[in-house]
């Protein structure tokens, strides 16, 4: 039921009239009338029985007015204990993030918690995601967002969104046709530094198709995503980079992507200690990511 015809309801009742009612809430006798008709065809039941200008509640009616009253009365001790548990929740939470959830999911994210709750606030160490979990298990940051599962004792660790990487080429780069893994010795290659997720998403992957990074043209090694496409946008070699991470230069029209047969999607996760679950700060943003992804 419209808690809004409801409210309409209880106006026009204690009002006396539909309009009195409507003048009470700033609407038109019409547009009253059909907001009671269409709440008495929701109901299946008769509201009203009209004596001259006055207004009677049939029996059906007189139940919804009694009930109703308390039930939009208790709405609104819910929302206003909502608004004041909004404004008081307040502290810090420590996050540690690889660099593509830390770069280009988390900020928005951690923005709209934010207009939620003013009085909560951020430290953010970003790094590759090997470095991270080595925060998280010594309880340097609270929550950590990964590329890849959290297998320690003491860490709770959950799938939060799909991620996929691709191949990237300079615009000039005198390739254009899809390229078999096989082929991909033949050209220089740009990669992560160890302890990266995509890097060990890449090797993993490759490793499937029977090729060993000593195999590889690696000609550049680097700590970061955006360091990685600036090499490629330079024209050193190809690179794996996330979709997400390339989107922009890709619009630019300065990298283009180049089709290979290789799988590269992969979750992104969140992990936290599980003694800290009951932290109200990081259970409610825990919440906050379940719901809005």
């Not at 009253?69 to 404004?87: A, G, I, P, R």
């Amino acid at each position: 039921m419209n808690l809004n015809l409801l409210k309409t309801f209880i106006t026009v009742v204690e009002e006396g009239n539909f309009s009195k009612g409507a003048q009470k809430l700033h609407l038109s006798q019409p547009a009253v009338s059909m907001q009671m008709q269409t709440l008495a065809q929701e109901l299946e039941i008769e509201l009203f029985l009209k004596v001259g200008k006055k207004i009677q509640l049939t029996e059906g009616g007189l139940i919804l007015y009694k009930e109703g009253k308390t039930l939009l009365e208790n709405w609104e001790k819910l929302l206003k204990n909502l608004d004041n548990f909004k404004n008081q929740l307040s502290g810090k939470l420590k996050i540690g993030a690889s660099t593509i959830p830390g770069l280009y999911y988390l900020p928005k994210r951690i923005k709209k918690f934010k207009e939620l709750y003013p009085k909560t606030d951020f430290i953010i160490n970003i790094d590759h995601s090997q470095k991270i979990i080595e925060e998280l298990v010594e309880g340097e940051i609270d929550l950590a967002f990964v590329g890849k599962r959290v297998n320690k004792a003491g860490i709770s660790s959950c799938k939060w969104m799909k991620d996929n990487l691709v191949l990237i080429k300079p615009k000039e780069f005198p390739l254009n046709s899809k390229i078999e893994v096989k082929d991909l010795k033949k050209y220089p290659l740009i990669i992560r530094k160890e302890g990266s997720a995509t890097r060990a998403l890449m090797e993993e992957k490759l490793k499937e198709k029977g090729i060993k990074l000593e195999d590889l043209n690696i000609v550049l090694e680097l700590d970061s995503t955006e360091s990685v496409i600036a090499s490629v946008e330079a024209g050193i070699g190809l690179s794996f980079v996330s979709e997400i991470a390339a989107a922009k230069y890709l619009k630019l029209g300065t990298i283009e992507i180049l089709p290979i047969d290789l799988d590269l999607s992969r979750d992104l996760f969140y992990a936290f200690r599980s003694e800290r679950i009951h932290n109200n700060l990081l259970e409610t943003f825990l919440l906050h990511l379940e719901q809005r992804g």
